[in-house]
């Protein structure tokens, strides 16, 4: 089932975790309200390409952080989003196996409770990155936590479909929580232990 399971949770989750990004960038107006579009983009273009002439990250200590990602001809960026796209479904592909290895380990329980546990770490993870960006480049609050949400979010989505693509592919006499086929709980395992 591992191998199976693997190959398998990894396009799902990817698949989960693209529909929520497509749904939160394009549908919702979350992303819409933590950037705001440079007016005059051609002087402005022209004045960063001056002080910054590679493609990076460059900072100034009076509160400047720039991302410069140039095309060689300065074309529009946004025109190569099915590039992007793709780019980014592999990334979710490699976010997708590391979900579905740690669901491998979360198997017990129910689904949503193992989805609460992968937007648990989702959280962690969000916060030590975003909320950093914050403290050391400026990063706006709005910024933080319509990211932190969206990797939350994202994640508890993917714990959905992971855990029940678990239980359903579960390996014939052995269920999910360690129980052999055929043999009753001597408990209900998502009950507490009677004393």
Same mark, same amino acid.
């Given at each position: 089932?591992?191998?199976?399971?693997?190959?398998?949770?990894?396009?799902?989750?990817?698949?989960?975790?693209?529909?929520?990004?497509?749904?939160?960038?394009?549908?919702?107006?979350?992303?819409?309200?933590?950037?705001?579009?440079?007016?005059?983009?051609?002087?402005?273009?022209?004045?960063?390409?001056?002080?910054? =002439?590679?493609?990076?990250?460059?900072?100034?200590?009076?509160?400047?952080?720039?991302?410069?990602?140039?095309? =060689?001809?300065?074309?529009?960026?946004?025109?190569?989003?099915?590039?992007?796209? /793709?780019?980014?479904?592999?990334?979710?592909? /490699?976010? /997708?196996?590391?979900?579905?290895?740690?669901?491998?380990?979360?198997?017990? @329980?129910?689904?949503?409770?193992?989805?609460?546990?992968?937007?648990?770490?989702?959280?962690?993870?969000?916060?030590?990155?975003?909320?950093?960006?914050?403290?050391?480049?400026?990063?706006?609050?709005?910024?933080?936590?319509?990211?932190?949400?969206?990797?939350?979010? @994202?994640?508890?989505?993917?714990?959905?479909?992971?855990?029940?693509?678990?239980?359903?592919?579960?390996? =014939? @006499?052995?269920?999910?929580?360690?129980?052999? @086929?055929?043999?009753?709980?001597?408990?209900?395992?998502?009950? =507490?232990?009677?004393?």
């Amino acid at each position: 089932m591992n191998a199976r399971y693997m190959l398998t949770g990894a396009v799902a989750a990817a698949v989960a975790l693209f529909v929520w990004q497509s749904v939160s960038h394009m549908a919702l107006p979350l992303h819409d309200t933590t950037m705001t579009m440079i007016t005059n983009d051609t002087a402005y273009v022209e004045a960063v390409r001056a002080a910054a =002439p590679t493609n990076g990250i460059y900072f100034a200590p009076r509160g400047v952080l720039t991302i410069v990602n140039f095309a =060689p001809d300065l074309s529009d960026q946004t025109q190569a989003i099915g590039t992007r796209l /793709g780019m980014q479904f592999a990334v979710n592909l /490699g976010v /997708g196996l590391l979900l579905a290895l740690a669901m491998l380990r979360l198997a017990a @329980g129910s689904v949503l409770s193992r989805a609460g546990t992968l937007a648990l770490l989702a959280l962690a993870g969000a916060l030590l990155t975003r909320a950093s960006d914050g403290v050391w480049f400026g990063f706006t609050t709005r910024f933080v936590m319509v990211n932190t949400l969206d990797l939350v979010v @994202g994640w508890f989505l993917a714990g959905v479909v992971l855990a029940l693509l678990h239980d359903r592919m579960a390996v =014939p @006499g052995m269920r999910s929580d360690g129980v052999k @086929g055929g043999e009753l709980p001597s408990r209900d395992p998502l009950q =507490p232990a009677r004393r």
